[in-house]
């Protein structure tokens, strides 16, 4: 498919190539990248997400690779010391493609066919592309025939310098399996959650077990970094209108659709949801108008003052910053809101406890912003509580196993308060 696409066109060896990421990867471009990018050496490439699974650790032979994490495929290439991880918040990515600190010379990125007016819509990803578009010497599009024409975020076709016209399934994500444990989690999570509520969350089992329990709720909007197949069937059971929130009345707000061709299919010229960039989607100003805005949101570990690891295990690094702390912050800011932070007792065949008297990793959201941490033994209330307080709640919904351990290890806090 790629033995036509010949980069040397318009890449310069020590390029640096910023790409769309997660279901709006512009695979074809990517493939080329790997098959060709040694010939015309030292090329880079920045991508935040990958799920195609066209990222393997030979495949980083052709060019460096840096990302702001190991989410979904790209974990694979922290195991083989093959990606190199910027510490950032997704709201930062765009900001500094701008600023050149991520630097910008090719944006590769996937839109849908045009509109009648010469308009491709980004399709399935916003976030920090139209950065990308607007600092590259030179934008390189897939034009993708089987790719949604999603409302918001577009690019003219007098802005692309090179388009390469292909027909082939984007990138899916599948549902997982949700288990027991999951449904235990999403059930306190869920609690949080009231009539006229936002929402805000991720992808994966627990997320997709949360929005299974709010088909009783009425009037729910949406404002999200990222949204799955879950959207679909709250929208069509009338749950998700979007009717009582202050801003965006009556439209789902986010910036990438993660899932299924049926959640492709449903945001094809789908009024009822917008695609945005960071600059909308994580604004700190933006999200201050949400009222009862309640944001859900995954973590490694927890330990026992509440700092929140997101990120590294050990030397094992497994996830990343994301939007984490940009919705933690709004969420528990938000008149009538929460911030969740929601994560299994254990890992590891429940060998190890993810409430722990000490992270082995980094800390990704402050315990000064923490506001309720969920497991499958109940929910945990922070904010505004004593350090010795929270030890004490946060024993509680730990694994009874690990229970009388964190105990001993929480009993200088008590004693002396902090």
Known sequence: ?????????????GDRIVI???????????EALIEQGRDIGGLSAFIATSFSGVFTPAATDSFALSSMGAIGALRALTKEHKLTVIPCH??????????????????????????ADGNHSFGLISDYVRAAVAKARVVVAEVNEQVPFT?????????????????RPPVTVAPGNISEIDQAIAKYAAAYIEDGSVIQTGVGTVPDAILRLLHDRTDLGVHSGMLGDGLVDLVEAGVVTNARKSIDRGVSITGALIGTERLYEFGHRNPRIRMCATSYTH?????????????????????????VNAEQSGSAYLGGTGGQVD????????????????????AKGGTISRITA???????????DVDVIVTEFGAAELEGRTLAERTRRLIAIAHPDFQEELARA????????F
């Open 327 to 346: 919705f933690v912050r709004a969420g528990a800011r938000s008149a009538g809101g929460h911030a969740i932070i929601a994560l299994p007792a254990t």
């Open 90 to 115: 997704v709201s930062q990515v765009g900001p500094m493609i701008e600023a050149g600190i991520i630097g910008c010379d090719i944006a590769f990125v996937q839109v849908s066919p045009a509109d």
């Open 20 to 30: 769309g990421q997660a279901c709006g990867e512009p695979t074809t471009l990517i």
């Open 283 to 307: 604004d700190a100003a933006v999200l201050a108008q949400l009222d009862k805005l309640v944001t859900i949101n995954s973590a490694m570990e927890v330990d026992l003052t509440g700092q």
């Open 410 to 417: 929480a009993h200088t806090i008590q004693r002396r308060g």
């Open 151 to 167: 409302p918001g975020e577009s690019l003219s076709a007098a802005d692309i310098d090179y388009a390469v016209h292909v027909s």
């Open 358 to 368: 000490d992270l082995t990793g980094p800390v990704t959201t402050a315990r000064s």
């Open 1 to 13: 498919m790629t033995g036509d696409l010949d980069l040397g066109r318009f890449l310069r060896p």
